[in-house]
């Protein structure tokens, strides 16, 4: 049977596919939480959660149901239907960038090939057709998260969540460019947007475009700080800025609205890790089976995020300005040409 | 400006394998020192209270939380017939037992005192003898 030229096991496949992937990033982002208060925890000369469950690994489903039996409050003075559209907003986008990550090799079932990426789909010879703009999309879908946070920041009718929603716009509008002009040194090198081809291009470890050249070298590392940047995690978290902001664009959510917001910042940030692991770590590439070496690789980049946040104060608004646009920006665009004369170069 | 920032990255690094210094409260009980003010106790010899019922505890507790009411015993001895700390208004100063003329009165290591209700922090004469 075919549905549209393709065989019906295709569309069985995508849909396991969504749902693999959609249950990992929201089991991984449930267990970050717990994660994130264990690494600071110990980082910090502490235990971290320890009394719910084993180990306190019961942890995510108490704040869960707690979270969810908590009252619902809207202010009276809140614009409603943006308020309630806003965490919708802020998180859709932050789980649909997931759709063009490869997450694994092509693997064989029933003498179809099929490979682990969800927008994609492999002919009988194993070549893999995915989206062709995969990077543009995944940065598209990453300046749509901003619309959330401004969104609830405007709506909420306060004014410390409105500062939160201006400090976000302007921290990720600055962060995007120098983010986009990281990424250019991995185009120039791989001669594609597709993600599938990116990461077949980084088998090996020196084939990682993290170890290419020393320009791409760099480029990752500011690529992943400015990614860090635009997910708000420490240390460039001022929309939220507990300490000036009360709890910045989120001050007036409540219950599940709040989760949400809170899913979403940690589905950012396994995006993020997972998005910075293909253009740089060789994504699903390495001596384990593919899908494991995705995983441990994201693994690795989401504790370097926690460990990132136990160390380092926040920026203040000034100096996360001023690198955005005075160093970063600036950096980028001497290692697009820095990278141009390498790869002339040594062809 | 970068090595600085390594440095700390190194710092929270060793810090992570570190034994935590957390103490498991309710399962584990701090080390308290030996002359800790807690809960007062009534020594006790010979099978009772050594107290004389003296009044210079209440006479000079600033809270004024102890309430002592003297009786007479078979060997016509002056005893406390009532002896009553009012926890919840006493502040630990320790000056009652500085003022026991007999080495009647005397604090313990224990500190978990919360309860219930407002009359359980009367602590009555029984509750105050001297566990041994």
Known sequence: MEIMGLPLIYYGAMILKVLLAFVFVLLTVAYATYAERKIIGHMQVRVGPNRVGPMGLLQPIADGIKLFFKEEIIPSEASKFAFLLAPLVALIPAFISFAVIPFGDVIEIAGYKIPLQIAAFADNAGTVFDLNIGVLYILAMASLGVYGIVLAGWSSNSKYSLLGGLRSSAQMISYELAAGLAIVCVFMVSQSLSLHAIVADQAGLFGWYLFRNPFTFLAGIIFFICSLAEINRTPFDLPEAETELVSGFCTEYSSMKYAMFFMAEYANMVTVCAVTTTLFLGGWQGPLPSVLNFIAKVYFLMFVCMWIRATYPRYRYDQLMKLGWKVFLPSTLFLIVGNAIWITLFK | ?132
């Open chain 2, 1 to 132: 400006m970068i090595v600085p920032l390594i440095k700390g990255l190194q710092i929270t690094l060793k810090h992570l394998f570190k034994k935590p210094i957390t103490l498991m409260y309710p399962e584990e009980k701090p080390d308290v020192a030996p002359n800790f003010r807690g809960l007062h106790a009534l020594k006790v010899s010979h099978n009772k209270a050594k107290c004389v019922a003296c009044y210079l505890c209440p006479t000079v507790c600033p809270a004024k939380c102890i309430t002592v009411e003297a009786g007479e015993d078979a060997n016509h001895d002056k005893y406390a017939a009532k002896y009553e700390i009012d926890m919840l208004r006493c502040i630990f100063c320790g000056y009652c037992v500085e003022a026991c003329p007999v080495d009647a009165l005397g604090m313990t290591q224990t500190f978990e005192l919360a309860n219930y209700k407002r009359s359980d922090f009367v602590f009555t004469k029984e509750r105050l003898l001297e566990k041994k």
